[in-house]
């Protein structure tokens, strides 16, 4: 019986190793197209990538010390602009590239993530449902004290992001309808802006991309459907959008390597890692 179970034990062992093994040897394999490679990527644009980026980033140069990449934001706007000038090899959207980029710069997009855009305010604020009529007219400044929606009695202070941004742009069109975004709104440059903001101020109310919320925010319920990547997934939360990496041409040497890598098995697993439904 012992020499039974003893056999039953190393056989367990043994596998266990060879899973590791393989699970190990199939991640370095993703890596090895970048063994022996040197160069450099830069890349900017959509703040909602930055966490993909910067962690395949930092895996690709562990690999070669003489590959180098840079992660810069700026918004969607800017990574369309700076792609298509040529000043960066990728530039990253929140949104669809439109016709008009397309047939000015020559752009090639790879889509890698589902991701959704919600209304947030600080994690004190009592207020645990807003209706889409409620945020549009919130964002309009036709709703401007917290006791209108059941909040406490006190003025609301609005952030918004910049027209650059394809976190706004998504939020604006699916959300507010192309409604009005009151003059008074503040204005912030990023998701990682706007979650310092809205953390800092009790009576705040702004919006981020899904994958950026935590505990130092709060994302009330919209008609009661909770803002989660499983709800965007299923359809059941409606302001969702796509992310994506564009090039100026078809990518070619590390930039399409790179492309590949996000888009792969390892990909996958950093992009549902920073909170994103991977494509």
Same mark, same amino acid.
């Given at each position: 019986?012992?020499?039974?179970?003893?056999?039953?034990?190393?056989?367990?062992?043994?596998?266990?190793?060879?899973?590791?093994?393989?699970?190990?040897?199939?991640?370095?394999?993703?890596?090895?197209?970048?063994? /022996?490679?040197?160069?450099?990527?830069?890349?900017?644009? *959509?703040?909602?990538?930055?966490?993909?980026?910067?962690?395949?980033?930092?895996?690709?140069?562990?690999?070669?010390?003489?590959?180098?990449?840079?992660?810069?934001?700026?918004?969607?706007?800017?990574?369309?602009?700076?792609?298509?000038?040529?000043?960066?090899?990728?530039?990253? %959207?929140?949104?669809?590239?439109?016709?008009?980029?397309?047939?000015?710069?020559?752009?090639?997009?790879?889509?890698?993530?589902?991701? /959704?855009?919600?209304?947030?305010?600080?994690?004190?604020?009592?207020? *645990?449902?807003?209706?889409?009529?409620?945020?549009?007219?919130?964002?309009?400044?036709?709703?401007?004290?917290?006791?209108?929606? *059941?909040?406490?009695?006190?003025?609301?202070?609005?952030? %918004?992001?910049?027209?650059?941004?394809?976190?706004?742009?998504?939020?604006?069109?699916?959300?507010?309808?192309? /409604?009005?975004?009151?003059?008074?709104?503040?204005?912030?440059?990023?998701?990682?802006?706007?979650?310092?903001?809205?953390?800092?101020?009790?009576?705040?109310?702004?919006?981020?991309?899904? *994958?950026?919320?935590?505990?130092?925010?709060?994302?009330?319920?919209?008609?009661?459907?909770?803002?989660?990547?499983?709800?965007?997934? %299923?359809?059941?939360?409606?302001?969702?959008?796509?992310?994506?990496?564009?090039?100026?041409?078809?990518?070619?040497?590390? %930039?399409?390597?790179?492309?590949?890598?996000?888009?792969?098995?390892?990909?996958?697993?950093?992009?549902? /890692?920073?909170?994103?439904?991977?494509?």
């Amino acid at each position: 019986m012992k020499f039974e179970l003893s056999r039953l034990t190393g056989r367990l062992l043994a596998a266990v190793v060879c899973s590791t093994l393989l699970t190990g040897s199939a991640l370095a394999g993703e890596l090895d197209v970048f063994a /022996g490679k040197k160069g450099k990527i830069d890349i900017a644009g *959509g703040t909602a990538h930055i966490p993909v980026m910067k962690e395949a980033a930092k895996r690709v140069m562990q690999t070669s010390r003489e590959i180098r990449i840079s992660v810069a934001a700026g918004g969607s706007g800017v990574g369309v602009q700076k792609v298509g000038e040529g000043l960066v090899d990728i530039g990253n %959207t929140g949104r669809p590239l439109s016709d008009e980029e397309v047939a000015k710069y020559g752009l090639k997009s790879f889509a890698f993530a589902i991701d /959704g855009v919600a209304a947030t305010v600080h994690p004190k604020n009592p207020v *645990g449902n807003l209706t889409a009529a409620q945020v549009q007219d919130i964002f309009a400044g036709k709703i401007g004290n917290w006791k209108a929606v *059941g909040g406490r009695d006190a003025a609301i202070h609005l952030y %918004t992001r910049d027209e650059a941004s394809g976190t706004r742009e998504v939020f604006w069109e699916k959300l507010l309808k192309k /409604g009005t975004i009151a003059a008074n709104a503040n204005v912030v440059a990023s998701n990682g802006a706007m979650k310092s903001a809205l953390a800092s101020d009790q009576d705040a109310i702004g919006y981020v991309s899904i *994958g950026h919320i935590d505990e130092t925010i709060k994302a009330p319920t919209l008609d009661g459907i909770a803002p989660t990547q499983d709800n965007a997934r %299923t359809g059941k939360y409606p302001i969702v959008r796509k992310l994506y990496m564009n090039t100026k041409g078809e990518p070619h040497g590390l %930039t399409a390597d790179f492309i590949k890598y996000i888009l792969g098995p390892d990909g996958k697993q950093i992009t549902a /890692g920073a909170g994103y439904l991977p494509l």
